[in-house]
């Protein structure tokens, strides 16, 4: 059993940066991917970024290219989500999820960290 638990969250500016971690134990498939989703006020829950364990084959949400940065350090069993010109409409629970198929579909996903939460005012 994955689990995954994520840390990092925080109250920022608009305009500044934050870096999320998920601490990864139980993984012993090398080829899973981790992804970020986040879930706003009021909205479902959303697609952010992913990347395969093995390769970094890595996938953005167009809301967040250009801005975020997913990357995994396989030593340290961590992903990590880099944060840049944060906006207010970022402000949302982030969650590590790791699931066997390279998808955005939040349903294909079987492990999940209990989130962090993310606010950015401005």
């Known amino acids: 059993q994955v689990q995954l638990v994520e840390s990092g969250g925080g109250l920022v500016q608009a305009g500044d940066s934050l870096r999320l971690s998920c601490a990864i134990s139980?993984?012993?498939?090398?080829?899973?991917?981790l992804a970020w989703f986040r879930q706003a006020p009021g909205k479902e829950r959303e697609f952010v970024a992913r990347?395969?364990?093995?390769?970094?084959?890595?996938f953005y949400a167009d809301s967040v290219k250009g801005r975020f940065t997913i990357s995994r350090d396989i030593a340290g069993n961590t992903v990590y989500l880099q944060m840049n010109s944060l906006k207010p409409e970022d402000t949302a629970i982030y969650y590590c999820?790791?699931?066997?198929?390279?998808?955005?579909?939040?349903?294909?996903?079987?492990?999940w960290g209990q989130g962090t939460q993310v606010t950015v005012f401005s």
């Open positions: 990347i395969t364990w093995n390769f970094g084959y890595i």
């Open positions: 999820a790791g699931g066997r198929t390279g998808t955005s579909q939040m349903r294909l996903y079987d492990s």
């Open positions: 139980g993984l012993t498939f090398s080829s899973y991917v």
